[in-house]
């Protein structure tokens, strides 16, 4: 079996980049385009709801305004890019077993290729850690559906 990539886990995820990027762009269009059309004086009255008390204090808030647009603009857009590349790397995760062994990343290998198991936050994460003769392996059951057959598979007596 080839673990997939858990579809609510990936909805969920790529919603949140959506909508991290829609923001960004909402910051992106006031910070470009609508507060500098903006007069001091009428972006003072559209932040703060009411009179400058004086010309000076309208362009301190129009001078803090349009560049704090822009770093939440950058804020939104990295964090939604952060977000869709862990779905990315989720998705391209290449990890499959079947009874005689396991498969990663292209290699095939058998369970006496595994040093260790480290199933201490299966429970509560359902995060499974391999210590194997190639390199370090860890299986979540939230990104990916079939990490509990594998884990079945290694120890069947446990996972009852």
């Known amino acids: 079996m080839k673990l997939k990539l858990n579809r609510e886990f990936a909805a969920r995820h790529l919603f949140v980049a959506a909508l991290l990027a829609a923001m960004g762009c909402w910051f992106a269009y006031d910070g470009y385009v609508t507060y500098p059309s903006m007069s001091p004086e009428a972006l003072y009255e559209k932040i703060e709801h009411s009179q400058p008390p004086s010309h000076e204090a309208a362009v301190k808030v129009y001078e803090n305004a349009i560049p704090r647009q822009k770093q939440f603009m950058a804020l939104c857009l990295v964090g939604s890019l952060i977000v869709g590349l862990g779905v990315f790397r989720a998705w391209r995760f290449d990890f499959g077993y079947d009874e ?4 990663w990343k292209g290699r095939r290998m058998t369970k006496d ?3 260790s198991v480290d199933d201490s936050q299966w429970k509560k994460k359902g995060i499974l850690k391999l210590n194997t003769r190639f390199g370090r392996i860890t299986l979540d059951a939230w990104h990916h559906t079939g990490v509990d057959g594998f884990r079945a598979m290694l120890s069947p007596e446990e996972s009852h």
Request: avoid cysteine; aromatic fraction near 14%.
């Open 100 to 103: 005689a062994g396991f498969t």
């Open 113 to 115: 290729d595994i040093k």
